[in-house]
């Protein structure tokens, strides 16, 4: 067992994973402002199409690290937390298609039946990222921060730090070299 000590989440090594989950729950706020309801005005289509753009975005790069580097790194030191992980990446994948999902009926032609789907879309999938984040949070940041020693958590930041884009490999504002907004 390790006896590095729990952090602030602003300084702890998974300082950015919470900074990314601070700011998509920032959005998942604006997002469901934005699904429209009894009485509520039809989607604000730009300020969707930003949010989704900012969701795949973060999906692309936050959970492909949790699953590829985090996961298997906290399952290996303490293999007793893979019941605990299982369920983590099936939403993962359950999110990803419900991001899809939404996508999809976010490209349909505005109207009432839009934006009924967007609205009931919306809602589930904020829900289950909402209630996903505080499980990573208070399972998977905490846990690996009390399992994991010191030489291994520094070398798992290093290795989830690569999984993330910089201006220095081609990426800036968000955007990959070549890519271009439509």
């Not at 990446?89 to 990803?96: A, D, F, I, S, V």
Request: hydrophobic content about 40%; some cysteine; proline content about 6%.
């Amino acid at each position: 067992m390790s006896t590095h000590l729990r952090t602030s989440e602003s300084q702890g090594p998974f300082a950015r994973f919470r900074r990314d989950h601070r700011r998509v729950l920032a959005q998942l706020d604006a997002l469901e402002r934005n699904a429209s309801g009894n009485g509520r005005p039809a989607p604000r289509d730009a300020e969707l199409a930003t949010v989704l753009e900012l969701l795949g975005r973060q999906f692309a790069t936050h959970m492909t690290a949790e699953d590829t580097v985090l996961y298997p790194a906290i399952s290996a030191a303490f293999p007793e937390s893979r019941p605990m992980l299982a369920p983590l990446r099936l939403e993962h994948r359950e999110l990803r298609l419900m991001l899809a999902a939404l996508a999809d009926a976010f490209a349909l032609a505005p109207g009432p039946v839009r934006d009924e789907q967007l609205q009931v879309q919306t809602w589930d999938f904020v829900h289950l990222l909402r209630i996903h984040i505080r499980k990573e949070e208070h399972s998977v940041f905490d846990l690996a921060e009390r399992v994991l020693r010191s030489h291994e958590v520094r070398d798992l930041v290093d290795r989830l730090e690569a999984c993330f884009p910089s201006p220095s490999r081609g990426v800036r504002a968000g955007r990959r070299k070549g890519s271009s907004r439509s």
